[in-house]
């Protein structure tokens, strides 16, 4: 496949003002809450570190994937939460500020984690001539398209808060506006790959959709973790950083494989959908006890 000159252009640019958008909403505060509240959050990152991808690498080999479709479910797996499980988790009443804590510390150890998860992905999914091991340097490309952008942006929030509060919003609808056409040059840039798999790949995605947020929300509930936290897990685990992977799948200087964004392109449109009737569901309790003028756990 040779990457075009838009696409070699465009993806690091859609990626890093994402992330930038991102840093505008983080402070170090947001680290500091891991301190503060610990459970929830080591809850949260060892569901969404361990437990998620070993239910995606079961669902991949279940359905039996091709293998480059195989690894970009894995890729989408390693992928951090996005910052749309925000909005989500706000509007089904879950605990903002854990959501915002887990997409920080996440976002930080996936730029490990995430090269970690393909290089094993690639070794058991695919042959040997057709494996592309992320290296030393390509990790550092990671980290640098993840990383600088989000503490440029929490630099700005740092000094310049006022500017930051007002850019806050517009750079969400942007970061709405970049999935929105990275997920349409994902799925253009292997439309035949779409047509041929979109049935068994969209089960997959979806089968993986709900499984990511049931694990999300059950597992803190199993641990006695509170209602409005475990609703924050589920929506940052069941809500992936879909760009991210269609990015680091479609670069010409990292995978460079666009049967790889196929999955990550599918989830995004899926995940809206579920991820709304989720929040209905966790939060009919909610609105009931509140009609009712009391408090819920």
């Known amino acids: ?17 994402i992330m930038l958008g991102l840093g505008l909403s983080l402070t170090l505060a947001d680290f500091a809450r891991v301190v503060k ?6 809850v949260g990152l060892v569901c969404q570190i361990l437990l998620l991808p070993l239910v995606c690498f079961l669902i991949a ?38 959501n915002i804590t887990l997409t920080a510390v ?13 290089n094993l992905s690639l070794s058991w999914f695919m042959a040997s001539d057709q ?12 980290f640098a398209i993840v990383l600088l952008p ?13 500017f930051a509060a007002r850019m806050e919003k517009p750079m969400k609808l942007v970061a709405a506006l970049f999935l929105a056409f990275t997920i349409v040059l994902a799925l253009a840039k292997d439309w035949q790959t779409v047509v041929a798999y979109a049935p068994v790949v969209g089960l997959a995605a979806l089968l993986f959709n709900l499984l990511s947020l049931g694990v999300g929300y059950w597992v803190p509930r199993l641990l006695s973790i509170p209602k409005r936290q475990a ?22 200087s990292l995978l ?7 999955p990550a392109a599918l989830y995004s449109l899926i995940m809206f959908f579920t991820a709304a009737g989720f929040g209905w569901w966790v939060s009919r309790g909610h609105v009931a006890v509140q009609a009712k003028g009391e408090t819920v756990n």
């Open 37 to 42: 509240y610990p459970k929830p959050v080591v």
């Open 131 to 142: 494996a592309i091991p992320l290296q030393f340097a390509k990790v550092m490309q990671v």
């Open 1 to 17: 496949m040779t990457a075009s000159p838009l696409l070699t252009a465009f993806l690091p640019l859609a990626l890093g003002i």
């Open 256 to 262: 460079n494989n666009a049967t790889m964004a196929v």
């Open 150 to 162: 989000v503490a440029l942006g929490m630099l700005i929030r740092r000094f310049a808060p006022a």
């Open 106 to 118: 996440n976002s930080l150890i996936a730029i490990l984690t995430m090269p970690l998860l393909v």
């Open 231 to 252: 609703i924050a897990i589920g929506m940052e685990i069941g809500i992936h950083n879909g760009t991210l992977a269609i990015a680091l799948a479609l670069s010409p």
């Open 61 to 98: 080999n279940g359905f039996g994937l091709e293998s480059a479709l195989a690894v970009g479910l894995m890729l989408l797996a390693a992928s951090p939460g996005g910052t749309t499980a925000n909005l989500f988790s706000h509007l089904a009443h879950g605990d903002v500020a854990l």
